[in-house]
């Protein structure tokens, strides 16, 4: 069975520091990753895709990585902003039929405090 | 931009009614989905569709039905409202396979 486990659940991080969120995933087979940003009371919106080719990815203060051998992400966030308080969610695509076999994590909820 | 918009913010209906949650997309887009996001579950896919009048089930289809007679327009039903179906509902689309999904901003449905 396809899954995607997100850790931490939740984090509490001044504003100004750095943090890291876990994605790892056991899907097969893998097509892409990607992280989604959803603010509260609003849907989700696409960050970064990671492909099984690439390593890291960047998008302003947000940084992917994907390791396709450990089956493992992380997204970086440098310098966080209040703006950062969000639920990030980690989606795997598989990429064995026309492409709707999306597996979703259960999200890490990150808040920023000044 | 990319809209996607859901008729309803805020639903609160009783028990046994039946439920129409709307969903419009301005991008032309083939594939449209509904899910609901649960705490501690995270979405679950109830239906798709990739073609009007097209549909397929999702993880979670009990209970629901969906009908797409135009491309811009995907709705969901609840035929028999239950407490069970107490959720925040969002609709996405997106236009190719590794396009990324586009959400509005969903429906949060009360059903006592």
């Known amino acids: 069975k396809n899954q995607v486990e997100q850790s931490p659940q939740s984090l509490i991080i001044l504003e100004g520091k750095n943090c890291t969120l876990q994605?790892?995933?056991?899907?097969?087979?893998?097509?892409?990753l990607r992280w989604y940003k959803q603010d509260t009371g609003r849907g989700p919106v696409s960050l970064t895709i990671?492909?099984?080719?690439?390593n890291t990815k960047s998008n302003g203060r947000y940084t992917a990585t994907l390791d396709a051998d450990t089956k493992q992400s992380s997204l970086h966030i440098t310098a966080s902003q209040l703006s950062d308080s969000a639920s990030y969610i980690c989606?795997?695509?598989?990429?064995?039929?026309?492409?709707?076999?999306?597996?979703f994590g259960g999200g890490t909820r990150l808040m920023v405090k000044p | 931009d990319v809209k996607v918009t859901q008729s309803s913010r805020y639903l609160v209906k009783r028990t046994g009614e039946k439920v129409f949650l709307e969903c419009v997309q301005d991008?032309?887009?083939?594939?449209m989905f509904w899910y609901r996001q649960d705490p501690g579950l995270g979405l679950r896919l109830i239906y798709f569709?990739?073609?009007?009048?097209?549909?397929e089930k999702g993880d979670i289809p009990e209970g629901y039905s969906v009908s797409r007679e135009k491309k811009e327009r995907f709705s969901l039903i609840l035929e028999s409202a239950s407490t069970n179906q107490t959720s925040m509902y969002l609709c996405?689309?997106?236009?190719?396979?590794?396009?990324?999904?586009?959400f509005g901003n969903g429906t949060r449905l009360t059903v006592t």
């Open positions: 996405a689309s997106r236009s190719r396979v590794r396009s990324p999904l586009h």
């Open positions: 994605c790892n995933y056991t899907v097969s087979p893998f097509s892409n």
């Open positions: 990671m492909t099984f080719s690439e």
């Open positions: 989606v795997v695509s598989a990429g064995n039929n026309a492409g709707n076999m999306l597996t």
């Open positions: 991008m032309d887009h083939e594939n």
């Open positions: 569709s990739y073609d009007v009048k097209m549909k």
